[in-house]
């Protein structure tokens, strides 16, 4: 089984994959979709992905989807904020940019 993390803006995803980074290190892969322009990665991405890393435990990634059907060999997990809260976050990330 693979732990499939939807990472949400400004919502301590970045955190939890430096722990994923730190703890599993190889065993973790950040998935980049293969069609950059829609950002969006489908199941024949994360497919490719672990055919490169078969021994990866967690797979994160902006672009991974909760309504994706993946597979039944992966468990899907994200971090939730306040809305408000975190699309003011995200503003003022953005201002500081």
Known sequence: MVLLFCHIEKCAGTTLVKQ???????????????????????????TATLRLVPFALAVAGHSIRPHIDYGSAVAKVTLLRDPVKRYISEFRHDQER
Request: aromatic share 4%; glycine share 4%; no cysteine.
């Open 20 to 46: 994923f980074r730190e703890r599993l290190g190889v065993r973790h892969v950040d998935l980049i979709p293969a069609n950059l322009n829609s950002n969006v990665a489908e199941k024949a991405d994360l």
